[in-house]
């Protein structure tokens, strides 16, 4: 079946997020590679927040993700 | 909390700052003053010092921008990404970016500039995100008032710079008083260009004709030279000088500066050197004169000759009926005096000598 569009528009605000603030890679890759990455570095933003570390999309990350926030990058430079 | 890789700091304590343009959200000084509390906030508690430059390159420039403004680091409008600062270091180093696109504000209706610039300025001296929810470096916004440090920001910066040799140990985010506590007491009460400010413990209210709530502020925010606790406060808008007591030591302010020659003993007006503390102050436009209340007793002070007058101290309870023999604060408006004390505010004609109304303390406070 197709995303419904707010889950496809919240995957879209996730991807944005974390390309900025997690160092999410942007450009051309394969599917899986992406989407293990995108797991990967959303673990990594629910483990900071403390979050339940679900690896996955769920509303109380797509709210802490929505809120106003400084946009220096969690981790790394 | 935690610092950016490599620990960046800056080399030397002595750090320079420029404000490269402003906000239209604000006015220009309340952008200086955002600015300047929050880099005091870091000061109190380290050995770092903070001169602002007007021109030139300064470690850490401040400036307001919209989506791509310079440093290939956009904002995204309205909301999301608020701002951001870049850590110790050469070139862009500590730089310190606004989303212009927000609403500031310096209250809490929209997003607070001096919380906003405390938690960036943490940056911009090598602090990096902390993971704990009750830090200023947490990296999601939250509006509070009182001191912004948490002890994790404390530990974190320190860890850096050390602390402030110069200062007690600050305390971490100390219980702001609450206005609205039936019991509450004020230490004192003066005028300021317009503005009423009223004192208690280590914090002070501002109460602006134009702003439907009192902004609380930390006083060592806004004067860091000054204790942390004000015992009198009196404005003399003609010299426009606000003159603040604590203990036998006065200040007295243009605006938001010190004048130089302070602080000065308070026995310089010519009050006994038994006198240990003033209680309270206030300046009688119509007759020229400073009311100087200590203990149940009051001075004189006639502020064009700088000189006590005759015949004082008095009683308060026989020159004012029907008050308390003590006051914690006393204010001048119109002809009418409203005196402090513990919990009661009593409203007095100063003409015709006696209480018109008596309220709450904190009414004054919306309360």
């Known amino acids: 079946l197709p995303l419904q569009s707010t889950e496809k528009d919240n995957r879209l605000f996730a991807e944005k997020y974390l390309h900025r603030l997690y160092g999410l890679p942007a450009g051309l890759q394969g599917r899986l590679q992406k989407s293990d990455t995108f797991q990967t570095k959303l673990k990594e933003m629910q483990k900071f927040f403390k979050l339940k570390v679900t690896g996955t999309l769920d509303d109380s990350t797509v709210e802490l993700m929505k809120q106003a926030r400084c946009g220096v990058p969690d981790i790394g430079e | ?367």
């Not at chain 2, 500031?104 to 405390?118: G, P, Q």
């Not at chain 2, 501002?206 to 902004?215: D, I, N, S, T, V």
């Not at chain 2, 930390?218 to 603040?244: C, G, H, Q």
């Not at chain 2, 005196?339 to 008596?358: G, M, P, W």
């Open chain 2, 1 to 367: 909390y935690n610092h950016f890789p490599r620990h960046l700091k800056w080399q030397n304590n002595n750090i320079t700052f420029r404000i490269l343009n402003y906000t239209p959200d604000l006015k220009k000084a309340d952008v200086d003053r955002a600015i300047r509390n929050a880099l005091n906030v870091w000061a109190d508690v380290t050995p770092l010092t903070f001169k602002k430059l007007h021109e030139g390159i300064a470690d850490i420039m401040i400036s307001f921008g919209s989506r791509e403004h310079g440093d290939y680091n956009p904002f995204d409008g309205p909301n999301g990404l608020l701002a951001h600062a870049y850590p110790p270091g050469a070139g862009i180093g500590g730089d310190t970016h606004f989303d212009e696109d927000e609403q500031w504000t310096k209250d809490s209706s929209a997003y607070n500039l001096f919380i906003v610039a405390a938690h960036e300025l943490g940056h911009a001296l090598g602090m990096s995100h902390s993971s704990d929810a009750g830090a200023l470096m947490y990296p999601v916004y939250s509006y509070t008032t009182g001191f912004p440090l948490s002890e994790d920001d404390i530990e974190g910066i320190q860890a850096l710079y050390g602390a402030n040799p110069n200062s007690k140990k600050v305390k971490p985010r100390p219980v702001a008083p609450s206005k609205c506590d039936p019991d509450l007491s004020f230490d004192a009460v003066t005028e300021l260009r317009g503005e009423t400010i009223v004192f208690k413990d280590s914090f002070y209210w501002r109460l602006h004709p134009q702003m439907p709530e009192p902004e609380q502020t930390l006083i060592k925010s806004t004067w860091p030279f000054f204790p942390k606790k004000v015992d009198a406060a009196y404005e003399n808008p003609e010299k426009d000088r606000v003159y603040m007591f604590s203990g036998i030591k006065m200040w007295a302010l243009n605006g938001y500066d010190l004048v130089d020659g302070y602080p000065k003993y308070i026995h310089k007006l010519g009050l006994p050197k038994s006198v240990r503390k003033v209680d309270a102050a206030v300046y009688i436009k119509d007759t020229g004169k400073t009311l100087l209340f200590t203990d149940e007793e009051y001075w004189s002070y006639d502020e064009s000759t700088g000189t006590m007058d005759r015949g004082y101290p008095r009683s308060i309870e026989e020159d004012f009926p029907g008050m308390d023999d003590e006051v914690d604060a006393v204010a001048y408006h119109y002809g009418q005096l409203y005196f402090f004390h513990e919990h009661i505010q009593y409203e007095y004609s100063y003409a015709s000598r006696k209480v018109l109304r008596i309220q709450r303390t904190n009414s004054i406070l919306n309360c």
